[in-house]
């Protein structure tokens, strides 16, 4: 298993945009075979910061959800959506797998 975790910049003054963003890909990605873990908004600290982590069961199955993203009309919608509201300034993604016992 891998977990993408995907670190953003915001704009602080688009947070609801954000949230709205957010809010639509959760269930994409467990619809495309991944399992998310939701996103995280600023709260104390930092205004502008916001994370994300979801996990698909090898990096292999990860690369194949982002090919068929490229098709996926919802996927596009939400990527669109994004474009027009501008509250990612930019992103940084890594990827780890878990320490299991």
């Not at 930092?46 to 996926?72: G, K």
Request: charged share 25%.
């Amino acid at each position: 298993m891998i977990t993408c975790y995907l670190k953003y910049i915001i704009d602080s003054h688009k947070i609801p945009e954000f949230e709205t963003y957010a809010k639509r890909w959760i269930p994409i990605v467990n619809r495309m075979g991944g399992t998310h873990h939701g996103y995280f908004l600023p709260h104390e600290g930092a205004s502008n910061v916001a994370y994300a982590l979801f996990s698909f069961p090898s990096l292999a199955e990860y690369e194949d959800y982002r090919n068929r993203m490229a098709d996926d009309a919802e996927c596009q919608e939400v990527l669109n959506m994004e474009v027009q509201n501008r509250s990612i300034i930019s992103y940084e993604r890594s990827f780890m797998r878990p320490v299991l016992d």
